[in-house]
């Protein structure tokens, strides 16, 4: 069973407001990622957890928080969002981290799409 | 030179056709190779990975050419459920490199 789950699958929010993206997996993977793609675009990487810990970030704003509470959950905490972040946001996992041939295949949760106004 | 580049297309076929897309990537390094299909407004799902010369499942094949980097794949008998983005990403291991993904590569099939 490859399958990792996200919610909310679609999420409006103000500038002003604070949210949190979900993104779950069960398949004992020790790598997770945060992608953000645009329309007719390749994702994004924005985040890398390998064993829970932060171990890339693509030099992302700081509105963008992301949070491992433990090997099966990933959060991204999201807070005065601009309109241009608007995207659909995917979670991604993988047996080991990308570095650990034969693991680093990455099984994509269905995302969630997310409109800023 | 981009890390991983694609044929954007479209590539619009007829039903039953034979459609084959490539992709080059940069770091000679690279070890590790996929082809995702993206739908709509969908994720990503794994088609397939090329660890060595290529392999095939089905009407899907896919190679890779170590010399002149790049891997190719081949969708034989093209159904319209075939239709969507192929994305191909590739894997490096040297410098610690998560998947880089091409832009990806449009296919219509017509009925």
């Known amino acids: 069973d490859t399958e990792v789950t996200q919610t909310p699958k679609h999420l409006v929010m103000g500038m002003t407001n604070k949210k949190s993206l979900k993104c779950e997996q069960h398949?004992?993977?020790?790598?997770m990622y945060w992608y953000k793609q645009k329309a007719k675009k390749p994702p994004e990487l924005m985040f890398v957890?390998?064993?829970?810990?932060?171990?890339i970030n693509e030099s992302v704003p700081s509105r963008f928080s992301p949070e491992c509470p433990n090997s099966s959950l990933l959060n991204l905490h999201l807070h005065a969002l601009q309109p241009e972040d608007s995207a659909l946001y995917l979670c991604?996992?993988?047996?080991?981290?990308?570095?650990?041939?034969?693991?680093?295949?990455?099984?994509f949760g269905p995302g969630t799409r997310l409109l800023v106004l | 030179r981009k890390e991983v580049e694609q044929d954007p297309g479209p590539f619009n076929v007829p039903e039953g056709a034979t459609v084959a897309f490539n992709c080059t990537y940069s770091?000679?390094?690279?070890?590790?190779f996929f082809w995702y299909r993206q739908d709509c407004r969908k994720e990503p799902k794994l088609l397939m990975s090329?660890?060595?010369s290529g392999n095939e499942d089905g009407r899907f094949t896919a190679q890779l050419n170590r010399a002149s980097q790049y891997i190719s794949l081949l969708i034989r008998d093209s159904k319209l459920s075939d239709s969507a983005t192929y994305l191909c990403?590739?894997?490096?291991?040297?410098?610690?490199?998560?998947?880089?993904f091409g832009k990806g590569t449009r296919l219509s099939v017509i009925a």
């Open positions: 770091n000679s390094a690279s070890q590790s």
């Open positions: 991604a996992s993988s047996q080991g981290p990308y570095i650990d041939r034969g693991q680093e295949t990455q099984y």
């Open positions: 398949m004992g993977h020790r790598a």
């Open positions: 990403a590739v894997n490096g291991v040297t410098g610690n490199t998560p998947l880089v």
């Open positions: 090329v660890y060595s």
């Open positions: 957890y390998s064993y829970e810990k932060l171990s």
